[in-house]
């Protein structure tokens, strides 16, 4: 188990994540520069749009985003938050409260869903700690609902990242940095349509659509 995947599973560093190690590992993305933290501002609002929608949040951590992603949700709109840590379900638990939220434990290589249930699936800032993490773009696709959504954030081989030696440095502590077509790539492998990528410092932001029956 690397350093970052024993982080996640401790009690005391569930209790810091979201309000101090998270931004600053956040604004880490963009070297110093603000469009990771003003891309991410632009995402929690569109999440918190008014709709009916049924919403996973793989590895939902302490539940960063479960507020946004549950507070414009109408009719029978319910948010789950997904996340292996126990620790990291307890913290989210406590934090986030609402009859349209809830938090499953599990692995997000083996979704405990049906094909097609939910119409918004995410998994950000945490796909490149997950190992082995490809195979978990084909179960987001798999319980992702014709017309439904794909969004991740996670590293991208650009700038520093990109330099001789970055891959080493950073699987030192568990980390993977992705390859800027990778994502895309097996995204379009599994049919995904409406494929958008930005790129933020040394993170990404992809955005996808599962193709209508």
Same mark, same amino acid.
């Given at each position: 188990?690397?350093?970052?995947?024993? #982080?996640?599973?401790?009690?005391?560093?569930?209790?810091?994540?979201?309000? #101090?190690?998270?931004?600053?590992?956040?604004?880490?993305?963009?070297?110093?520069?603000?469009?990771?933290?003003?891309?991410?501002?632009?995402?929690?609002?569109?999440?918190?749009?008014?709709?009916?929608?049924?919403?996973?949040?793989?590895?939902?951590?302490?539940?960063?985003?479960?507020?946004?992603?549950? %507070?414009?949700?109408?009719?029978?709109?319910?948010?789950?938050?997904?996340?292996? %840590?126990?620790?990291?379900?307890?913290?989210?638990?406590?934090?986030?409260?609402?009859?349209?939220?809830?938090?499953?434990?599990?692995?997000?290589?083996?979704?405990?869903?049906?094909?097609?249930?939910?119409?918004?699936?995410?998994?950000?800032?945490?796909?490149?700690?997950?190992?082995?993490?490809?195979?978990?773009?084909?179960?987001?696709?798999?319980?992702?609902?014709?017309?439904?959504?794909?969004?991740?954030?996670? %590293? #991208?081989?650009?700038?520093?990242?990109?330099?001789?030696?970055?891959?080493?440095?950073?699987?030192?502590?568990?980390?993977?940095?992705?390859?800027?077509?990778?994502?895309?790539?097996?995204? %379009?492998?599994?049919?995904?349509?409406?494929?958008?990528?930005?790129?933020?410092?040394?993170?990404?932001?992809?955005? #996808?659509?599962?193709?209508?029956?």
């Amino acid at each position: 188990m690397s350093i970052a995947q024993r #982080a996640m599973g401790n009690r005391a560093f569930s209790l810091v994540y979201e309000k #101090a190690w998270r931004p600053i590992f956040t604004r880490g993305f963009s070297l110093g520069g603000s469009s990771t933290a003003d891309y991410d501002r632009a995402l929690r609002a569109y999440l918190a749009r008014p709709g009916d929608r049924r919403v996973l949040d793989i590895a939902c951590g302490p539940g960063n985003y479960s507020r946004d992603a549950a %507070s414009g949700l109408t009719d029978e709109g319910r948010y789950v938050g997904l996340d292996f %840590s126990a620790a990291m379900l307890a913290q989210a638990s406590r934090d986030n409260r609402g009859e349209r939220i809830a938090f499953v434990r599990g692995d997000a290589h083996r979704l405990p869903f049906a094909d097609d249930t939910f119409d918004t699936v995410l998994c950000l800032a945490a796909l490149y700690l997950i190992p082995d993490p490809l195979p978990v773009l084909d179960e987001m696709m798999r319980v992702c609902a014709p017309g439904g959504e794909i969004i991740v954030f996670t %590293s #991208a081989r650009a700038s520093v990242a990109a330099l001789p030696g970055a891959d080493l440095a950073a699987g030192l502590i568990g980390l993977r940095i992705f390859g800027r077509d990778e994502l895309l790539s097996r995204l %379009s492998a599994l049919g995904a349509d409406h494929r958008e990528q930005t790129i933020t410092g040394v993170g990404q932001y992809v955005h #996808a659509r599962k193709p209508k029956e």
